[in-house]
């Protein structure tokens, strides 16, 4: 969790959880806690397979990673996380798949939003248009191809590219 990132939409300032502090701060552990591919996790001699927007907690896990480095008036307990999960379920953020051992939490629309295809609004709100992502073999050839159709694209779509280009970069010098 402590390397790489997520995708995060200003459209979220207009979603009530920005209203709240705490319950935010759980919803942005939430997505830095999701598996970003399909990963195999072994729990008591049982492979657990989680799908890319998932991941493995319990309560008191889940007490531990929100209260990390946070003062001690600010810390909240894990039965109240635990009821804050069951609120985003109910408003559609999250799904939970219980077990008497672990929960297993799946961020609802991670697909959509975590792509590397790029969901971009319009002039709606609610429409969303992808972008073919570039072969990183291509990058510059790619980077000219996007200059010369620009005239097409709105700058936002265009800056949007080249953002995500560097980033594929850097992740491979990474790796």
């Known amino acids: 969790m402590k390397e790489g990132y997520i995708k995060l939409y200003r459209k979220i300032t207009h979603n009530h959880i920005w209203q709240d502090p705490q319950k935010l701060r759980l919803w942005l552990l939430c997505l830095l806690k999701a598996s970003h591919q399909q990963k195999e996790f072994l729990i008591e001699n ?5 799908s890319p927007g998932q ?12 209260n990390k480095e946070l003062q001690t008036k600010f810390q909240v307990s894990g039965k109240t996380l635990w009821r804050w999960l069951k609120v985003l379920e109910t408003q559609g953020f999250v799904s939970i798949k219980s077990t008497n051992k ?3 939490i ?15 609004s319009s002039n709606s709100p609610e429409s969303i248009h992808e972008l073919s992502t570039n072969n990183n073999e291509k990058n510059e050839n790619n980077d000219k191809k996007l200059f010369s159709s620009s005239k097409k694209q709105s700058n936002l779509t265009v800056l949007d590219s080249l953002l995500n280009n560097n980033l594929n970069r850097m992740e491979d010098l990474n790796d």
């Not at 049982?46 to 989680?50: A, E, F, R, S, W």
């Open 102 to 104: 672990y929960s297993i």
């Open 55 to 66: 991941f493995i907690t319990g309560r008191h896990s889940i007490e531990e990673d929100y």
């Open 46 to 50: 049982q492979v657990i397979v989680l």
């Open 106 to 120: 799946t961020i609802v629309n991670w697909i959509l939003y975590q792509r590397n295809g790029h969901p971009l």
